[in-house]
């Protein structure tokens, strides 16, 4: 079981840090995905981190504004959003990829097992 958490209304230019914990399971060993689904679109790809951290990997429009990173000792992962704007607004989704197979870019949603149930992000003057 993922639930995400931290999400809200925000000003454009503003910041959100939405947090992804893990009951049940530990995300130590998995890699995690965040994706976002915005109101008559297609659920995409955000980012993704490896199991250990060392790597992340970022959907275009939000590379140098968006930031994840992960505590293991917590058993959570965080995604950081900087310099928000509208076009951001969406349904915010962790995802758990334990498939040590899968390296690099994984944005495909049919590899992650486990989801969360989502949280909203509206950013809006």
């Known amino acids: 079981q993922l639930v995400e958490s931290g999400g809200g209304l925000v000003q454009p230019g503003g910041s959100l840090r939405l947090s992804c914990a893990a009951s049940g399971f530990t995300l130590d060993g998995s890699a995690i995905g965040w994706f976002r689904q915005a109101p008559g679109k297609e659920r995409e790809f955000v980012g993704r981190?490896?199991?250990?951290?060392?790597?992340?990997y970022y959907k275009d429009s939000v590379k140098g504004r968006f930031t994840i990173s992960r505590d293991n000792a917590k058993n959570t992962v965080y995604l950081q959003m900087n310099s928000l704007k509208p076009e951001d607004t969406a349904v915010y989704y962790c995802?758990?990829?334990?498939?040590?197979?899968?390296?690099?870019?994984?944005?495909?949603?049919?590899?992650?097992?486990?989801w969360g149930q989502g949280t909203q992000v509206t950013v809006s003057s």
């Open positions: 981190i490896s199991w250990s951290g060392g790597s992340t």
């Open positions: 995802a758990a990829d334990s498939d040590s197979r899968h390296t690099g870019w994984v944005t495909s949603r049919n590899l992650y097992e486990y």
